[in-house]
């Protein structure tokens, strides 16, 4: 059973740049949620998507945008690249079914550095 | 709003020695759940511990326990016989609801030393 995948693992971009980040959710999970963790920080919430529609939002700016596909898989994009945008980008799965407290499962992030 | 401080950066033990690790969380609300992570250098966030607002009891799962108490919005967890492989960065977070949000602490940084 293939647990959360991502793509691509590193990345290098230029300030101004665009970016899209590839994620496939654990098999049976069916919300994907995205964080973003600079260095030496916790993981910080970006959005999550459910049935193909963001869900929930947290404090980025609209240069971080979404989407969702019919196979549960997501993308992360990012428009106008700053410096400060350089993190580990992880993805996390879920059910939206089931217990409550539903874990979320991790994938290995994207390691972004924005030059 | 929702926050979790760890106010532990980095802590250093011998292999075998047992080690606390702390976590204080704020929400208003009555329904929340609260996790800890473990994150090795590999980077990718592995679940080891899981409990609702409901459920203070405290429990053991191998070398791993965890002492939850609301009077003092506590969730500190504890290993026991640390070993080499233990060393991570460990995160504490907390969220109110299915599928919600996580709320992560800044993290503690474990050593354990040979």
């Known amino acids: 059973d293939a647990g959360v995948t991502q793509s691509p693992t590193h990345l290098i971009k230029t300030r101004g740049q665009q970016v899209t980040l590839r994620c496939s959710p654990k098999?049976?999970?069916?919300?994907v949620s995205w964080y973003q963790q600079a260095l030496g920080q916790g993981p910080q919430f970006i959005f999550q998507?459910?049935?193909?529609?963001?869900?929930q939002r947290g404090n980025f700016p609209d240069r971080f945008s979404g989407h969702q596909f019919p196979n549960y898989s997501s993308e992360l994009n990012v428009n106008a690249l700053l410096l400060g945008d350089s993190a580990l980008y992880l993805c996390?799965?879920?059910?939206?079914?089931?217990?409550?407290?539903?874990?979320?499962?991790f994938g290995p992030g994207t390691r972004l550095t924005v030059l | 709003a929702q926050k979790v401080t760890q106010a532990q950066t980095e802590i250093s033990v011998v292999e075998k020695e047992d080690v606390t690790l702390d976590c204080v969380y704020e929400?208003?609300?009555?329904?929340?759940?609260l996790f800890w992570y473990k994150q090795p250098p590999s980077g990718e966030l592995v679940f080891l511990i899981r409990?609702?607002?409901?459920?203070?009891q405290n429990e053991i799962s191998g070398r791993y326990s965890w002492n939850f108490q609301k009077s003092t919005s506590s969730f500190n967890f504890t290993i026991t016989a640390s070993q080499v492989v233990d060393s991570a960065v460990y995160f504490c977070?907390?969220?109110?609801?299915?599928?919600?949000?996580?709320?992560f602490g800044k993290g503690i940084t474990l050593s354990v030393r040979p």
């Open positions: 996390a799965s879920s059910s939206a079914q089931g217990l409550a407290y539903n874990e979320q499962f």
């Open positions: 098999s049976g999970h069916d919300t």
């Open positions: 998507y459910y049935e193909e529609e963001e869900r």
């Open positions: 929400t208003r609300d009555t329904t929340y759940y």
């Open positions: 409990r609702n607002s409901f459920d203070e």
């Open positions: 977070a907390l969220n109110t609801g299915a599928n919600s949000k996580l709320t």
